[in-house]
C-alpha cells in the first residue's frame, strides 16, 4: 500500500467522474483499487493457462468451494474468513487433480462434485449454526471491495505476487505439459508436479478474487480476459499481454462506472469484460466475413 | 492365437559390429488387465530407420510407451543406451514425436519457435530456460524441418503436415539421438507426406539419427525404413525391408486364411498397411 499510494495519488488529477477519483485518493477505495489490480494481473496468467488446459470452469468450482469456506470461516467467527476458504479451496483443487490424474472420475464430474458439495456444506451450516445469507455473506457471493480491509489485502496481494512469481517460473513447464504431456515426460519434466502445483495456485488465486469480485462472478476476470485475448493473439506470449490488457480495461470501466451510476462492481466489472468479449469477437467475425472474407485464418 | 506361419527374423543381424542403443528382452505388457503385447525381444543400432507396423490394437503403441517407460513392463527389460527408460542418464537423447493431429490442442496460440522452444526444456533449466543459449539448436531445428518461413505463425493456421514438422522440430531441438514417432503420417496430404518421409531419410543419413517410427501407411514406410518390424501382440517379423513380405503372406502371419479357393493380393483381407488411408485422410483436409 506504501508503495502504490504516492503512484495513485499522483494519477488521481488526470481521473475522469465525480466520484470514481476517491479510488485513488482515499485509503478504503485505494485498497480496493490495488487488490483488484493484483488479482486482475495474475488472473489473466493464470486464465490463459486454464483455457488451453480445458480447465476454464475450475475457477467457478473452486470459487464455489471458497464460498463454502468463507460460510463455515464466518459460522466459527473467524476474523478473516478467507483463510478458511483458503484451506477448503487448496485441498479441494488437489483432490481434484487426484482424481483426474488417476483417471477415478474423467472431465469436469469431480468438479461439479466439489462445486456442489461444498456450496451445500456452507449453506446447511449458515443455515443451522448462523444466520442464513446476512449482507456480509452476500459481499462474498458478489463480491464487496470496499470491504476489504488490511488484513485481507494483505492476503490478497501475498497470493497474487507468490502466484505470479510462481507461474512466471513455471511458464515453460506450464506450457510444456499442456501442449503435450507425454513429450514433456520424455524430456524428464515432472509432469504430475507441475500439475499439483498449478492446481495449488489456482485454489489460492481463486480465494483472493473472491471478495474482489464475488465467487459467482470469479470467472468474469479469470477466463473472460484470456478468451478475448486469444481472438486476438498470434503467439501465447501476445494472448497473455491481451489477457492484461483486456483485464485491466474491465476493471478500470467497471470501477468507473459502477461507482458513477452506484452499481455493485463485481457484477460491472463482469459485464464489460463480457462487453468487451462480445465486442473483440463481433469485430473478428465483420474482418472474416466481410472485410477479409478469402482468409482463411480462424 | 494368431497361426504363426513363418518364424520371425531378427533384426539384430543387420548391425552385428554395434553395441544396440534398444535392447528389449522377453517384454509383456498389460493395459486395463488385458495381456497387449508378450514376448518382445527387439534390439535397435545406432543410425537405423525402423518402421513398426501392425494392424489396429496390435500393440504398437504400448510398446512404444513401454519402451519409453511410460508403461511398465509386466515382464522382461527394455534398456535404451544401457540405462533404465526415464532414468537421469538417458535424458534429451530420446526424443517423442506425437501424432501432431491428434494431440496438439486445437485452442492453444502457440508459434512454431515457440513450440520447438520446449523441446529445450530439461528439469534443470525448466524453470530458468536459458533461451540465449539454445537459440542456436531452436534455428537449426527450424531449418532442418524447414519451417523457416513459418515459423512465428500460429501453428494452428498450418498445414497438418507442417504441423507434424513443427513437433518432429520439438524432438530435434532437445537434440535427441533416438526419435519414436507414433503415426506422424496420418491427416497429412500426399505431398506432404513424401517431404515429411525425406525429411525422416535425412534426418537419419545426414544427422545419423536412429528412427523407430509406427506407421498404418505400409507403402510409404517401405519406401523409407530400413528396416521393418511387424507386430500383432508379439513380433511377428523382423527384418530388412526388402525382405518385408507381401500381403498374402503378411494374412498368413496373421491366421487368416484364403476364404475363397483362390487368393488375390489386392482382396485379401488385411488391414495392416491400409495404404490408401493416409491419402484419403490428406486429400480431404486439402480440401
Known amino acids: 500500500m506504501e508503495v502504490a499510494k504516492p503512484v495513485l495519488e499522483f494519477i488521481a488529477p488526470m481521473v475522469p467522474g465525480e466520484i470514481f477519483p476517491y479510488f485513488f485518493t482515499m485509503e478504503m477505495f485505494q485498497r480496493a483499487l490495488v487488490a483488484a489490480v493484483l488479482v486482475t494481473l495474475v488472473a489473466g496468467v493464470l486464465g490463459s493457462f486454464l483455457l488451453v488446459r480445458n480447465l476454464a470452469l475450475i475457477g467457478d468450482g473452486l470459487a464455489h468451494v471458497s464460498f463454502g469456506g468463507v460460510a463455515v470461516g464466518v459460522v466459527l467467527g473467524a476474523s478473516s474468513p478467507l483463510w478458511y476458504a483458503l484451506v477448503f479451496s487448496v485441498v479441494s483443487a488437489i483432490l481434484i487433480h487426484e482424481l483426474q490424474t488417476r483417471e477415478l472420475l474423467t472431465g469436469d464430474a469431480s468438479i461439479a462434485i466439489f462445486l456442489t458439495g461444498m456450496l451445500a456444506l456452507g449453506l446447511v451450516v449458515l443455515r443451522v449454526f448462523g444466520g442464513g445469507i446476512t449482507s456480509d455473506i452476500e459481499g462474498y457471493l458478489f463480491g464487496s471491495l470496499l470491504l476489504i480491509d488490511e488484513e485481507s489485502l494483505d492476503l490478497i496481494a501475498t497470493i497474487s505476487i507468490v502466484s505470479l512469481i510462481s507461474l512466471m517460473l513455471l511458464y515453460s513447464g506450464l506450457l510444456s505439459t499442456t501442449i503435450d504431456p507425454l513429450a514433456a515426460r520424455v524430456q524428464g519434466l515432472p509432469v504430475r508436479a507441475i500439475g499439483l502445483v498449478f492446481s495449488i495456485i489456482t485454489a489460492a488465486v481463486v480465494v483472493s478474487m473472491v471478495q474482489v469480485i464475488g465467487a459467482l462472478l470469479v470467472t468474469a476476470l479469470l477466463v473472460t480476459p484470456a478468451a478475448t485475448g486469444g481472438l486476438i493473439g498470434r503467439s501465447f506470449r501476445s494472448c497473455l499481454i491481451w489477457a492484461q490488457i483486456f483485464g485491466l480495461s474491465s476493471v478500470f470501466l467497471g470501477l468507473y462506472l459502477s461507482a458513477e451510476y452506484d452499481s455493485g462492481s463485481g457484477a460491472m466489472i463482469a459485464l464489460v469484460a463480457a462487453s468487451i468479449f462480445a465486442a473483440v469477437a463481433i469485430m473478428q467475425i465483420v474482418w472474416k466475413t466481410i472485410i477479409r472474407p478469402s482468409d482463411n485464418w480462424n | ?287
Open chain 2, 1 to 287: 492365437m494368431v497361426v504363426l506361419n513363418m518364424q520371425p527374423q531378427t533384426g539384430s543381424g543387420l548391425r552385428p559390429d554395434l553395441m544396440p542403443i534398444l535392447k528389449v528382452k522377453d517384454l509383456s505388457v498389460s493395459r486395463s488387465g488385458k495381456l497387449v503385447i508378450y514376448g518382445i525381444n527387439l534390439e535397435v543400432f545406432k543410425g537405423e530407420f525402423i518402421g513398426l507396423v501392425g494392424p489396429n490394437g496390435s500393440g504398437k503403441s504400448t510398446l512404444l510407451l513401454a519402451i519409453l517407460g511410460v508403461l511398465k513392463a509386466q515382464q522382461g527389460t527394455v534398456s535404451l543406451y544401457g540405462h533404465r527408460p526415464m532414468s537421469r542418464n538417458i535424458l534429451g537423447k530420446i526424443g517423442w514425436v506425437s501424432q501432431a493431429a491428434a494431440v496438439m490442442p486445437k485452442n492453444v496460440r502457440i508459434t512454431v519457435r515457440e513450440l520447438i522452444q520446449l523441446g529445450t526444456l530439461t528439469s534443470r533449466n525448466m524453470f530458468f530456460p536459458r533461451k540465449a543459449i539454445h537459440r542456436q539448436r531452436v534455428e537449426n531445428a527450424i531449418k532442418m524441418v524447414g519451417l523457416e518461413d513459418v515459423a512465428d505463425n500460429d501453428i494452428v493456421h498450418l498445414s497438418g503436415g507442417q504441423r507434424q514438422r513443427a513437433v518432429i522440430g520439438r524432438a530435434l531441438a532437445s537434440n535427441s539421438q533416438f526419435i519414436l514417432l507414433d503415426e506422424p503420417l496420418v491427416g497429412i496430404d500426399r505431398d506432404s507426406r513424401n517431404a515429411l518421409l525425406k525429411l525422416l531419410d535425412r534426418l537419419c543419413h545426414e544427422e545419423d539419427k536412429t528412427i523407430l517410427m509406427v506407421s498404418h501407411d505400409l507403402a510409404a514406410i517401405r519406401q523409407t525404413a530400413h528396416r521393418m518390424i511387424y507386430l500383432e501382440e508379439t513380433i511377428r517379423f523382423d527384418g530388412p525391408t526388402e525382405e518385408f513380405p507381401d500381403l498374402t503372406t503378411l494374412a498368413g502371419l496373421r491366421g487368416i486364411e484364403p476364404v475363397h479357393g483362390h487368393t488375390h493380393e489386392h482382396t485379401t483381407p488385411v488391414n495392416v498397411d491400409a495404404p490408401n488411408d493416409g491419402e484419403e485422410e490428406g486429400e480431404k483436409e486439402e480440401e
